[in-house]
C-alpha cells in the first residue's frame, strides 16, 4: 500500500497531496504527517471524498489510514477542500462601529459590512466578539438578522462572556454563543488568517 | 420587484433618511449595488410593498428629492437587476 510521508509540510500541503493519491486512482492509503491541523484537514476531506481515515499516533506521527469506504464523495468537495485547508479566516469584531471617526457613520459601516458578509460566497469559519462589539449581537437588529443568517450557513459566532457581563448584556444575547478566552484563542488559532474589524 | 433601495447623493442624507423611517417601516442599510453605483456607498433596503409609504415619509422628511433615488432590485447574487423606480 502507498505510503505517502507529509511530514514537516506546512499546510495546505498534506491535503493536496493526499487529493493527488486519490485523483489518481487510489482507494487505500496511509498518509504521515506531524501535527493536529493537518489531522484535522485530512479528515475532513476523508469525510467528504468517502474515506475512512482511521488515525494511529507514535512518537509524534500521525499515520491516517485513508480507506474507500463506498460513499459518494459530497457534491461540494472540490469547493470544501480549500477550506478544509487553509482553514478558512475568521473574523474579530473589538468594536460596535467600524474605524475611528463618525460614531454614526460607523455604524452604518459595520451594518454593511455584515450586509455584505451574509451575502457573499467565501464565508468565515467563524466571528468573534470582543469588548463593545458584543453590543452588536445583542443589540443591533440589522447586524443580527445577519448574524443569524451566516449561523445558519454554519458560521460559528462567539461572543466573549466577561464583555456581556461587563456591559451587562448577558441576558441580551441574540445569535451566537457565550464563549470565553479560550476558545476565541482557539479559533483565531485555528484559522489561516484573522480579519480584524 | 424583490425589494426596494434607496440611494443617496450624500451619506449624510443616508443617515437623515434612516432615522425618518426608522420605528415606521422594516428597513436595512446595505452596500449601493455594484449594478446601480451611483451616489455615496450607503443605501436603505426596503419591502416592495412599504415603497408608496416609504415615499411619502421621505417627502414629508424635508430631505431634498434631489437627494435620493428609488430603485427596484429583482434577483440576487451575481443574477440580478436594478432598475429606477419613476
Given at each position: 500500500?502507498?505510503?505517502?510521508?507529509?511530514?514537516?509540510k506546512?499546510?495546505?500541503?498534506?491535503?493536496?497531496m493526499?487529493?493527488?493519491?486519490?485523483?489518481?486512482?487510489?482507494?487505500?492509503?496511509?498518509?504521515?504527517?506531524?501535527?493536529?491541523?493537518a489531522?484535522?484537514?485530512?479528515?475532513?476531506?476523508?469525510?467528504?471524498?468517502?474515506?475512512?481515515?482511521?488515525?494511529?499516533?507514535?512518537?509524534?506521527?500521525?499515520?491516517?489510514?485513508?480507506?474507500?469506504?463506498?460513499?459518494?464523495?459530497?457534491?461540494?468537495?472540490?469547493?470544501?477542500?480549500?477550506?478544509?485547508?487553509?482553514?478558512?479566516?475568521?473574523?474579530?469584531?473589538?468594536?460596535?462601529?467600524?474605524?475611528?471617526?463618525?460614531?454614526?457613520?460607523?455604524?452604518n459601516?459595520m451594518r454593511m459590512f455584515?450586509?455584505?458578509?451574509?451575502?457573499?460566497?467565501?464565508?468565515?469559519?467563524?466571528?468573534?466578539?470582543?469588548?463593545?462589539?458584543?453590543?452588536?449581537?445583542?443589540?443591533?437588529?440589522?447586524?443580527?438578522?445577519?448574524?443569524?443568517a451566516?449561523?445558519?450557513?454554519?458560521?460559528?459566532?462567539?461572543?466573549?462572556?466577561?464583555?456581556?457581563?461587563?456591559?451587562?448584556?448577558?441576558?441580551?444575547?441574540?445569535?451566537?454563543?457565550v464563549?470565553?478566552?479560550?476558545?476565541?484563542?482557539?479559533q483565531?488559532?485555528?484559522a489561516?488568517?484573522?480579519?480584524?474589524? | 420587484?424583490d425589494?426596494?433601495?434607496?440611494?443617496?447623493v450624500?451619506?449624510?442624507?443616508?443617515?437623515q433618511?434612516?432615522?425618518?423611517?426608522?420605528?415606521?417601516?422594516?428597513?436595512?442599510?446595505?452596500?449601493?449595488?455594484?449594478?446601480?453605483?451611483?451616489?455615496?456607498?450607503?443605501?436603505?433596503?426596503?419591502?416592495?410593498?412599504?415603497?408608496?409609504?416609504?415615499?411619502?415619509?421621505?417627502?414629508?422628511?424635508?430631505?431634498?428629492?434631489?437627494?435620493?433615488?428609488?430603485?427596484?432590485?429583482?434577483?440576487?447574487?451575481?443574477?440580478?437587476?436594478?432598475?429606477?423606480?419613476?
Open positions: 500500500m502507498r505510503i505517502i510521508d507529509a511530514k514537516g506546512a499546510c495546505p500541503m498534506p491535503v493536496i493526499a487529493k493527488q493519491a486519490i485523483s489518481e486512482g487510489e482507494t487505500a492509503f496511509t498518509i504521515l504527517v506531524d501535527n493536529t491541523t489531522v484535522g484537514n485530512l479528515q475532513r476531506l476523508a469525510g467528504n471524498q468517502g474515506f475512512d481515515a482511521a488515525v494511529t499516533e507514535g512518537e509524534g506521527v500521525y499515520s491516517l489510514a485513508f480507506v474507500k469506504n463506498g460513499d459518494a464523495p459530497a457534491p461540494a468537495a472540490e469547493d470544501a477542500a480549500p477550506a478544509a485547508c487553509g482553514a478558512g479566516y475568521s473574523v474579530f469584531v473589538g468594536r460596535d462601529i467600524i474605524g475611528s471617526g463618525d460614531r454614526e457613520l460607523g455604524t459601516l455584515f450586509y455584505t458578509l451574509a451575502q457573499s460566497d467565501d464565508l468565515p469559519r467563524s466571528i468573534l466578539f470582543m469588548n463593545a462589539g458584543v453590543k452588536l449581537p445583542t443589540e443591533d437588529e440589522q447586524v443580527i438578522e445577519h448574524l443569524k451566516l449561523v445558519e450557513k454554519g458560521v460559528e459566532v462567539q461572543v466573549c462572556g466577561t464583555c456581556l457581563n461587563f456591559y451587562g448584556l448577558s441576558d441580551k444575547l441574540a445569535v451566537g454563543t464563549s470565553n478566552m479560550y476558545d476565541i484563542v482557539s483565531m488559532q485555528a489561516a488568517k484573522v480579519i480584524t474589524v | 420587484m425589494y426596494g433601495v434607496i440611494t443617496f450624500s451619506s449624510s442624507g443616508a443617515i433618511a434612516q432615522k425618518v423611517l426608522k420605528g415606521q417601516v422594516p428597513f436595512q442599510i446595505m452596500p449601493v449595488l455594484r449594478e446601480i453605483s451611483k451616489g455615496c456607498g450607503i443605501s436603505v433596503r426596503f419591502q416592495p410593498g412599504d415603497l408608496e409609504q416609504v415615499r411619502s415619509l421621505l417627502a414629508g422628511s424635508g430631505l431634498p428629492p434631489e437627494e435620493y433615488a428609488f430603485y427596484g432590485v429583482t434577483g440576487n447574487g451575481s443574477h440580478l437587476e436594478a432598475a429606477p423606480l419613476p
